[in-house]
Each structure stands twice: as structure tokens, then as C-alpha cells.
């Protein structure tokens, strides 16, 4: 039996959660969104970090004029990047004013997600079961998980201990490697910050990449010429030219394009490269190699021996205390464990992400997926903060128009999920 009953429950309270959460209450639905705003930013990404996102393009989504980055930090300019700190307040901050959250569910996460009651008029009917004990009766359930369960440690890594071996997003507080010798596998921003804080903190860093050379991105102009606006194409959340507009601008329009395109549009655009502010900071504190692949990762008495590859073929051999791989992300739905086992294997995928609707909805009716796990259908703009709006707009809209005008009581929703067999 439910114990208590809402129109939507919302896993996760990151920039995706918040925005589609702020939407939702806007249109008049009892919701739940379960986490404490902000929370994986805060307690996974290292102290001292800087988005790479540009002020303009870090803003959370809300129906609500005044909630932007922008209206919270009016002097933020192109070109000016933003603390860590500044933008977890800043979330903190929309939470506050614009998504309303019960006290307890800000300390509590969802430990199970299965069906429940019968589908009706395709609505879906789920009960959400949370680490208090308690069991929320939905219509809808939203996974804005972020990127957390997704963190991916290539497979020559895999299954070595955590005190050798850790994800970039495990750690908050890099000075206890101070004095130590890590190892940084990647050549993106996650690398290339991770092994500079490391040597910040007085640790040893040495980047392992596979890439030849390591890539920076251009310093961005606030005021652009007009040759450059018309020849080098407008500016947009994820940058600059035609193409890259259109995949951060109008993310509904790339869910048309094959399979194998949109795939490669998110491997493509905005690959491994280093913001231009922190190509100073990457000095001789840190040793740098590039054009290996790791190869083997062999546990030793003090650490860790990496054998890399380069493109010749030879083996170059590393030995160092521990090993951070800075390697992305990739968004598999069988990792979801609080999702249940007969839900999980029911979510139609492909190479492991759901296969969404134009609604970010799923093949199991009133399930919807935002952020990094709605990538392969709605392309790069999904791993960034950017495309929390046109995500919880689209979705807000989608449940709003299947939700009944006069909504039941949570008494009688919890009853119409989860029937009452004994007066049958």
C-alpha cells in the first residue's frame, strides 16, 4: 500500500531535475523531487574547479522571468569563468525560489522504482520507494540522475581497487594526494583541470592521453565582427557555427536524423580539449604524455603499474601511487539499480541509453529520462547544463496534457495505482 500519492516524482535535484521540477509546479501539478539540490556538483566535482560553460549558457530552466545565472550575477561577461562554488549557489538558489520541496526529501533518495496499479489511456503508474521507507503512488516518474551513475573507467582499469583506482567524479577534496604520484587518463577539460588542481594541492600529476596532442579551446570574443559573425556562424551554448547552433538551439530537430548521426554528432562535437584560461595553469608541475593508450594496470605493494602503448606499438611502463581516470561518461540504463529489475529490463534501449520520444519519454508509459541519458536521441546539448530547459519544457507539456484536469485526491490516487483487492 502507497503511503502517499503525487502527480510526478522527480529523481535527482541537478540542473535538470530543478529546471523540469520548476516547470512542473508552474503548471499546477503536485510534485516530488527527491535529493538535495545540487548535491553531486557540490560533493563530486573538485574544490577549485571552474565551469566551462559560459555565463549565458548556465542558466536552469524555468517558466519564470529572473531565475537565469544572468539575473543572479548581472556582472558575469563572456569570457569570465564561473567558480564551482558560485554556480552550486546559484542552483541552490533557483531551488529556493522557484521548486517547492518538502524538508525530508532533501535528505532522502529513491531506492526503487517499479510499476504499479493498471496503465489507463497510455498513463503510466508507479510507485517510487524512498530511503525514509515511505512509497510514493505516481503518474509520472522523471530520471534526472545527471551523470553520476553513468562515471566510466575503461575496462584496462576496471575492477581494480578504489584506493588505487578512482573515477574524476569521486573526488571533492584532491589534497590527500598530496606529495603523491597520480596518474590522469584523458585529454579533456576533466584531465587537464584534475591533474592542474592536483598540482595545486602539491601532488604529482602525469596525464596519460590517447590523443597526439593536447587540444585548447579558443578564447572566446564578447563583441565579434560582423565577417566573423557571418562567415564563422552565431554563437549559441555550445559555441560558435551553424551546425553547433543547431545542435544546442534546436535539440528537437536532431532526434530525426539517423541513428549512426546523431551518435556521431555527440562524439564529435565539443571533443576532448582544455579551456583557454587553464592552458597557462598546465606548467611544468605537470608531466604530460601523449598518444599512449593504457594497456594493462598491474596492483603493487605501494600503487599501480601502468603499461601504455603507443602508436608504434611499444610498451612504456609507469609506476605511480594511484590512477584518476578522467574518461566521461556513458549513459546505460541496466546501471540504474533503483530502477526494478522487471521496469529496467522493459525500457526499450539502444547500446544501452533509452530510446526516447519527442518528450523524452520512454517505451514504458509515464517514464521520461533528462539530461546525459536523453544524449543519443537529442544530441551534445543534453550533456550540459544548456539543455535543461528545452528538456523540462518538453516534458512538463507532455505530462501536463495527459494529467486529468481535475486531479484526484492523494487518497484515491494511491488507490487507482494500487487497488484495493478486497472489495473487488
Known amino acids: 500500500m502507497s503511503d502517499s500519492a503525487s502527480d510526478v516524482v522527480i529523481v535527482g535535484a541537478g540542473p535538470y531535475g530543478l529546471s523540469t521540477a520548476a516547470h512542473l509546479s508552474d503548471l499546477g501539478l503536485d510534485i516530488r523531487i527527491i535529493g538535495e539540490p545540487m548535491r553531486f556538483w557540490e560533493a563530486n566535482m573538485p574544490e577549485g574547479m571552474f565551469l566551462k560553460s559560459e555565463p549565458f549558457a548556465s542558466n536552469l530552466g524555468s517558466p519564470q522571468p529572473g531565475m537565469r545565472f544572468t539575473d543572479l550575477h548581472p556582472g558575469w561577461r563572456i569570457g569570465q569563468p564561473i567558480p564551482l562554488d558560485t554556480f552550486v549557489e546559484y542552483g541552490r538558489w533557483f531551488a529556493a525560489e522557484a521548486v517547492p520541496q518538502r524538508a525530508d526529501d532533501r535528505d532522502a533518495q529513491v531506492v526503487n522504482i517499479e510499476r504499479a496499479g493498471i496503465e489507463r489511456a497510455g498513463q503510466g503508474g508507479y510507485a517510487v520507494t524512498l530511503s525514509t521507507g515511505e512509497t510514493i503512488a505516481a503518474r509520472a516518474v522523471v530520471v534526472a540522475v545527471g551523470v553520476g551513475p553513468f562515471a566510466h573507467v575503461p575496462d584496462e582499469l576496471a575492477g581494480m581497487p578504489s584506493w588505487l583506482v578512482s573515477h574524476s567524479s569521486a573526488h571533492r577534496d584532491l589534497s590527500l594526494f598530496a606529495g603523491k604520484e597520480v596518474a590522469v587518463v584523458g585529454a579533456g577539460q576533466s584531465a587537464l583541470e584534475t591533474a592542474v588542481l592536483l598540482a595545486d594541492v602539491g601532488a604529482h600529476p602525469h596525464v596519460v592521453a590517447r590523443r597526439q596532442e593536447i587540444d585548447w579551446n579558443t578564447v572566446p570574443e564578447e563583441h ?24 544546442a538551439e534546436r535539440p528537437g530537430l536532431v532526434r530525426y536524423l539517423p541513428e549512426k548521426t546523431r551518435r556521431r554528432i555527440v562524439r564529435e562535437t565539443l571533443p576532448p580539449a582544455g579551456s583557454w584560461w587553464l592552458r597557462d595553469r598546465l606548467d611544468d608541475r605537470v608531466r604530460v604524455s601523449t598518444g599512449r593508450r593504457v594497456a594493462k594496470a598491474v596492483e603493487l605493494e605501494d600503487g599501480v603499474a601502468l603499461t601504455t602503448l603507443d602508436r608504434t606499438g611499444r610498451r612504456i611502463a609507469v609506476e605511480v601511487e594511484h590512477v584518476i581516470a578522467a574518461t566521461g561518461f556513458v549513459p546505460d540504463v541496466g546501471r540504474l539499480g533503483l530502477l526494478a529489475p522487471e521496469l529496467r529490463g522493459g525500457i526499450r534501449t539502444r547500446l544501452g541509453a533509452p530510446v526516447l520520444s519527442r518528450d523524452f519519454e520512454a517505451s514504458t508509459p509515464g517514464l521520461y529520462f533528462a539530461g546525459l541519458a536523453a544524449a543519443s536521441i537529442f544530441g551534445p546539448v543534453m550533456r550540459f547544463v544548456h539543455g535543461a530547459d528545452f528538456a523540462a519544457t518538453r516534458i512538463a507539456h507532455h505530462i501536463i496534457h495527459r494529467t486529468p484536469r481535475r486531479r484526484p485526491t492523494a487518497a484515491r490516487l494511491a488507490e487507482v495505482l494500487e487497488p484495493d483487492t478486497t472489495r473487488q
Do not use: E, M, Q
Not at 551554448?237 to 545542435?247: H, I, K
Open 224 to 247: 565579434r565582427a560582423l565577417r566573423d559573425r557571418v562567415f564563422g556562424g552565431p554563437r549559441s551554448g555550445l559555441g560558435t557555427g551553424y551546425r553547433t547552433w543547431l545542435w
